[in-house]
């Protein structure tokens, strides 16, 4: 058993040691954030291998580039460059050289360091034996060049050591060296230990407020020592292979004045020959065993690609913009797209799109292509679209903060909404900036076996607990829960209103009775509670470097107290637990358990806490500019830290146990997932394109407002199907359809009934004309009758009857093409055609009456000629009047009766067209 916790034991300690390890080497690597990050970002510069590269393609100022390069063999574009520093501390750079004349450039230099060596040095080696050492001519094992070599990824340099007697295998391997490698000669510390000071210097062209600093990285093992069996590249280098082989040490101030001075200027150097603006530039410098200061290598830099005065004046020539397109476009400050000035009518300060950029940052999602370095009140314009993400976004900081106080979770100033970007004061040194976010609930619910005979003054009284450093107090609110009481005692005796009389007295008595107990309760429970309800919460925030918190959860213990005030000191009674070593290490779903906690006093008696707590994994985030403060293995934030983050379902049960069960069936109801804010990819391509402002006109660049409707639409919610819910969804699918279905047969309705209309109207017409002649007709015979007033009454009369044939002829021929239209009404129009022929028929009658009407009125003429003659004539002109009159009544007795049918026809008809056409649908 021993044996086994002593193993355990063993392999804590070294797992703690390699995560350390690890630290300290993602620390001080200074790796990009993806290995195609210079790729992307097409830097002309780059780390390692590049460095060199630039020396060896820079066209001009070597005679102000004031650095200490020890000697160089480069092999670039099958040109043989030799690059060093002369006497006056400038860097030469010469063509085409040779082999011989690096090797014996770098053994003069060696010979001339063997003669004037340092005499300050430490006691464990003699000067002799250092001299000895370090001599190329006595010792071959000495290391004599170092060849580095591009490695995988490009930003790396490979090292590999050669001494005095590898030289010679090495030059008959290669004669020229690789085609990504240099070689250099090898530079002696002075603690004659491998040790490299890595610079971190920060630019003019740099944001950054921070100071330069460096780390001093010494190799533990010296570079000659005999009882250490290792590879001469692990004694002379320093390898980060092999674990805990080196150590590292943090360097500021005035010891890094001369390192600065050089890495200036370098960057000076490096700015004049390529496009760039350097920010940040990391480099590894050498001291030798006399304090001379050697740069060996460039580890990362961080610039931005410049364009040169040419470039600009022909891409100007090229795509040269118009005085309408300058005067009439807006670039949105947030996105970057060119709009009309009457589109981007929103303005906003800086401010509001700085707290934006924060707030992004704080919920683990940043913004890259947006650059917002201040937070000043100046107004800017934005699009619709970047407008509606703004208000959004700061209508989601009111809604967290006030969520915050809803979880009692301290507020110090209101004011300051997102944080500020400003360097922590209490962090750990090597912690990296990535941690596991969690968060751990406390919902005290209540208090219970309070005893009679305690001294409480429950009108101040406190609960309070503490978890680390910090602590938590709630006042209890005991008048409410008094008011409550005596609701619920009111309630159970409070009856129907129809009861019966009996009934009814025994319940009024039985009240009365409850009132004075209630009387003599509220007097009691002045002075006495058995429970307590307190229903509050407290969330924390804390974070851990992976998901293992197996120790903050097993050893972490929460102390609360029962107190008389807000004095933590001044406590009535007290308790401590273990709740959360319940909850399951490494889980990332929520968690929730319930405990009860006995709070002793000071006369052994005790009161019962329950307390319901939770736990839940939230994801890696961001904490480069949090205060954190370590226990148990994992990191407090500041108390007053918060974030937007929804509770999970296993905490929503502890408030509401049918949470989860009516969550799944508003669900399974509504058939749909939550809203979320996406685009389809017709939707994008509705978007504006970014490149139409280079070749359009003014009026072409700019897009309409009815395309700026279609873009904000194309932001709008779409609703996403569940596919539990396909079944459900048929059942819609063919509810729409026959409602479909319906409104086409309503359409077809509609459209019949406005052509039976048409029809209608005119038939009427038709029957008016009709009747309108026969009134006329009426009137003309109780008139006196003339001649020549004969003559016209029966010329109108003839004209009428003429127009009545062609209504009815132009009405056949619109039957005809009805007939045509639809199947359905072939019968009704036959039928009407039959009818309207009928009509035809007593027009025809109708001629014949007039023509004996004209008949009659000759032989009245004939008898007006001879007015003188005898009464025979004058019997016969009556005869004829009484004739014209019969046949005049019978005319307009025939057309009333036709009249009536052809209506009565007529309406059956279209009451059988309603019939026909009336389909019900349900719905």
């Not at 300051?416 to 619910?445: G, M, N, T």
């Not at 819609?732 to 279905?741: D, F, H, P, T």
């Not at 005319?891 to 019900?920: A, G, L, Q, R, V």
Request: with cysteine; glycine share 4%.
């Amino acid at each position: 058993m021993r044996q086994q916790e002593a193993d355990e034991r063993e392999k804590f300690q070294a797992e703690k040691k390699l995560r350390l390890w690890q630290q300290i080497i993602a620390k001080i690597s200074f790796a990009p954030p993806d290995e195609g990050f210079y790729k992307d970002q097409n830097y002309p510069v780059k780390p390692g291998y590049g460095l060199f590269k630039a020396l060896g393609s820079a066209r001009c100022g070597f005679k102000k580039l004031k650095v200490n390069i020890p000697e160089t063999y480069l092999n670039f574009e099958q040109t043989q460059y030799l690059i060093y520093t002369d006497e006056t501390g400038r860097v030469v750079r010469k063509p085409d050289t040779s082999w011989q004349t690096f090797t014996q450039k770098f053994k003069s230099q060696l010979d001339q360091e063997g003669f004037s060596k340092n005499r300050k040095f430490n006691d464990q080696m003699s000067l002799y034996d250092l001299y000895e050492k370090t001599n190329i001519k006595i010792n071959q094992d000495a290391p004599i060049i170092i060849l580095r070599g591009q490695a995988s990824p490009d930003y790396l340099l490979s090292q590999n050591i050669f001494q005095v007697k590898t030289l010679g295998e090495k030059r008959s391997s290669s004669s020229d060296g690789g085609s990504n490698s240099f070689e250099q000669r090898y530079i002696y510390s002075r603690p004659m230990k491998a040790t490299v000071l890595r610079l971190v210097f920060h630019t003019k062209n740099s944001q950054s407020t921070n100071a330069n600093y460096a780390f001093r990285i010494q190799n533990l093992v010296e570079i000659f020592d005999p009882d250490t069996k290792i590879s001469v590249n692990h004694k002379a280098c320093i390898s980060s292979v092999r674990q805990n082989t080196f150590v590292v040490q943090n360097v500021k101030g005035q010891g890094l004045k001369e390192y600065e001075q050089q890495a200036e200027s370098l960057v000076i150097f490096l700015e004049k020959n390529n496009q760039i603006r350097i920010k940040q530039i990391v480099l590894d410098f050498m001291q030798d065993l006399e304090g001379k200061i050697w740069l060996i290598s460039m580890k990362s830099i961080l610039a931005e690609n410049t364009i040169s005065m040419e470039q600009i004046i022909a891409k100007k020539a090229n795509k040269q913009k118009t005085l309408d397109q300058l005067t009439c476009s807006v670039y949105c400050k947030l996105c970057g797209i060119i709009f009309k000035k009457d589109d981007v009518s929103k303005v906003l300060t800086y401010k509001l799109l700085w707290e934006l950029v924060q707030h992004l940052k704080k919920r683990n999602l940043p913004l890259k292509n947006i650059k917002v370095s201040h937070s000043s009140t100046r107004p800017c314009r934005v699009c619709n679209l970047c407008y509606m993400l703004v208000v959004g976004e700061h209508e989601l900081i009111e809604i967290e903060q006030k969520f915050a106080r809803a979880q009692n979770i301290p507020l110090y100033d209101a004011v300051i909404r997102v944080p500020i970007d400003k360097k922590p004061k209490h962090r750990p040194a090597l912690l990296s900036e990535k941690l596991c976010q969690w968060r751990l609930i406390f919902y005290i619910s209540e208090i219970s076996n309070i005893g009679i005979d305690q001294n409480i003054d429950f009108k101040n009284l406190y609960f309070q607990y503490k978890l680390h450093n910090f602590r938590t107090s709630f006042k209890i609110q005991v008048g409410d829960q008094v008011n409550n009481d005596t609701q619920k005692k009111n309630r159970l005796y409070s009856g129907d209103s129809k009861l019966s009389g009996q009934t009814q007295q025994r319940k009024n008595s039985t009240l009365k009775n409850n009132q004075l107990d209630d009387l003599g309760f509220h007097n009691q429970q002045i002075k006495h509670y058995s429970q307590l309800n307190l229903n509050h919460i407290r969330v924390h925030y804390f974070f851990s470097e992976d998901l293992n918190i197996d120790k903050f959860l097993k050893e972490t213990q929460i102390k609360v107290r029962l107190c008389q005030g807000p004095d933590w000191n001044a406590f009535l009674a007290e308790g401590t637990s273990k709740t959360i070593s319940h909850f399951k290490n490494k889980d990332k779903s929520g968690q929730r358990h319930s405990s009860q906690v006995l709070l002793f006093f000071e006369n052994a008696k005790y009161c019962v806490l329950k307390i319901n707590t939770g736990l839940v994994y939230d994801g890696e985030y961001n904490t480069g500019k949090l205060n954190l403060q370590k226990y148990n293995d994992v990191y407090f934030p500041d108390e007053n830290f918060y974030n937007c983050n929804p509770f999970p379902d296993e905490w929503m049960e502890m408030f509401d146990p049918s949470y989860v069960t009516r969550k799944n069936e508003m669900e399974d109801q509504e058939g749909t997932e939550k809203y979320s804010p996406k685009c389809t990819k017709a939707e994008l391509n509705k978007m504006i394109d970014f490149n139409s402002y280079k070749n359009n006109s003014k009026f072409k660049l700019v897009e309409s407002r009815v395309q700026q409707m279609i873009r904000i639409k194309s932001a709008a919610t779409t609703l996403q199907s569940n596919p539990n819910n396909y079944k459900n969804n048929q059942e819609i699918r063919k509810s729409n359809e026959l409602q479909a279905n319906f409104i086409n047969n309503q359409e077809n309705e509609n459209r019949n009934k406005s052509k039976d209309k048409q029809q209608r109207a005119k038939t009427a017409k038709i029957i008016q004309d009709l009747t309108g002649s026969q009134k006329n007709l009426s009137k003309q015979i109780k008139r006196p009758v003339t001649s020549v007033s004969r003559t016209i009454k029966n010329q109108d009369q003839h004209n009428n009857n003429q127009n009545i044939m062609d209504n009815n002829n132009k009405n056949n021929n619109n039957n005809n093409d009805n007939q045509n239209d639809s199947d359905n009404q072939n019968d009704n129009e036959n039928q009407n055609n039959n009818d309207n022929n009928n009509i035809n028929y007593d027009i025809k009658k109708n001629n014949e009456n007039e023509n004996n009407i004209n008949n009659n009125n000759k032989k009245n003429n004939e008898n007006d000629n001879y007015n003188n003659s005898n009464d025979d004539n004058n019997k016969n002109k009556n005869d004829n009047d009484k004739n014209n009159k019969k046949n005049i009544n019978e005319s307009n007795n025939n057309n009333k009766d036709k009249s009536k049918s052809n209506n009565e026809i007529y309406n059956n008809n279209n009451n059988k067209n309603y019939n026909n056409n009336d389909i019900w649908f349900p719905f």
